[in-house]
């Protein structure tokens, strides 16, 4: 039997006239690795930035974990996180100290720990005690899928991870 993450139906939006995502329906299975392609203004950011509720759709509906999410959309995203090559980080703050202000903000449980092991395993322990906002670009996109990885997900949608 197919155990659905994440279905899609009929997903909008259409900004001032200018329609950015048209009607788009699919289905995401548990254990699915699934990429949007597309040239620059395809829709790909938009449609992920409504699955997450940042963006409201024109219409249309998202259900993850075979809940609807604009009525469980705080149960639904204490599991689901979010990477992109343009997340932002507090660039006068240590490495170390960014990870632990997001643990905060998610309630996350035991958050040394859970630092600790992220940072091993993004090669990023050398660099814990170094301010955000000196790290290169590669490092950046290394510290934001590690601070995605902090809740206890089952969904993680990931926006240009290598841009």
Do not use: W
Not at 107 to 122: A, G, H, I
């Amino acid at each position: 039997m197919r155990e659905l993450i994440l279905e899609v139906k009929n997903l909008t939006k259409n900004f001032d006239g200018f329609l950015a995502v048209d009607n788009i329906s699919f289905d995401i299975e548990k254990g699915e690795i699934v990429g949007f392609l597309g040239p620059n203004g395809a829709g790909k950011t938009t449609t992920l930035t409504m699955l997450l509720g940042i963006t409201k759709p024109t219409q249309g509906e998202v259900k993850i974990f075979d809940l609807n999410f604009k009525e469980n959309r705080e149960k639904i995203l204490k599991k689901v996180n979010y990477a992109s090559a343009y997340s932002f980080f507090q660039g006068r703050i240590t490495v170390h100290e960014n990870l632990n202000v997001f643990c905060l903000s998610l309630r996350s449980e035991k958050p040394k720990r859970k630092n600790r092991k992220l940072l091993k395993d993004f090669e990023l322990t050398d660099l814990r005690n170094q301010l955000a906002g000196t790290l290169s670009s590669g490092q950046l996109t290394r510290l934001s899928l590690c601070k995605s990885l902090l809740n206890d997900l089952e969904l993680l949608f990931l926006d240009e991870p290598t841009a």
